[in-house]
T-cell receptor, first 115, second 115 residues
Framework: GNSVTQMEGPVTLSEEAFLTINCTYT??????LFWYVQYPGEGLQLLLK?????DKGSNKGFEATYRKETTSFHLEKGSVQVSDSAVYFC??????????????FGTGTSLTVIP | EAQVTQNPRYLITVTGKKLTVTCSQN?????MSWYRQDPGLGLRQIYY???????DKGDVPEGYKVSRKEKRNFPLILESPSPNQTSLYFC??????????????FGPGTRLTVT
């Protein structure tokens, strides 16, 4: 079945450090891939997405490339800020038979950026 | 403003006392879903709905009920809550795109404590 695996946290970085959060997936077809961010006390909000192989999603300095050959969608940012401290979730959606699309989420990676 | 609303935001109740958490979206989305978020487990899907009168079980449906009588509303019902249902609950909605879902929009969350 479908699943998403992302690197476990917590991750602590100094301001301006480079960030990578690994995400790999298992899917039977051609899923769409997402990164969501959850700031403290809030719901999840979409950070970026990619809908087909080799697509690159980007937003707020974050990037992720949909790699079908390695079934990966790693999140990267060149220079993190304190305001990037949050929990990051990798997710996929895929059509599944008569019941239609389903969403699958990773367990989340907590990021803390220190000044 | 496009949004998903949930009520209540916080709820403390006792074992066995029936409760309902409401969810409403104003974006005319076909797909709606309920998740629970627990430490170390990420987001787990409870129930989802593809459209009015169409609901299906997610990964952890035991102890929960849902209904979808109108497109905008998707209440979560706990007929006889138990302490293991203490959790943070999120409602989400999404458009059905071309063969794949668009991103999900999340409500702000409901913190439920069952004593």
């Amino acid at each position: 079945g479908n699943s998403v695996t992302q690197m476990e946290g917590p991750v602590t970085l100094s301001e301006e450090a480079f960030l990578t959060i690994n995400c790999t997936y298992t899917a039977t077809g051609y899923p769409s891939l997402f990164w969501y961010v959850q700031y403290p006390g809030e719901g999840l909000q979409l950070l970026l997405k990619a809908t087909k192989a080799d697509d690159k999603g980007s937003n707020k300095g974050f990037e992720a490339t949909y790699r079908k050959e390695t079934t990966s969608f790693h999140l990267e940012k060149g220079s993190v800020q304190v305001s990037d401290s949050a929990v990051y979730f990798c997710a996929l959606s895929e059509v599944e038979g008569r019941t239609g699309n389903q969403f699958y989420f990773g367990t989340g990676t907590s990021l803390t950026v220190i000044p | 403003e496009a949004q998903v609303t949930q009520n209540p935001r916080y709820l403390i109740t006792v074992t066995g006392k029936k409760l309902t958490v409401t969810c409403s979206q104003n974006m005319n989305h076909e797909y709606m879903s309920w998740y629970r978020q627990d430490p170390g487990l990420g987001l787990r899907q409870i129930y989802y709905s593809m459209n009015v009168e169409v609901t299906d079980k997610g990964d952890v449906p035991e102890g929960y009920k849902v209904s979808r009588k109108e497109k905008r509303n998707f209440p979560l019902i706990l007929e006889s809550p138990s302490p293991n249902q203490t959790s943070l609950y999120f409602c989400a909605s999404s458009l059905l795109g071309r063969g794949s879902f668009e991103e999900q929009y999340f409500g702000p969350g409901t913190r439920l404590t069952v004593t």
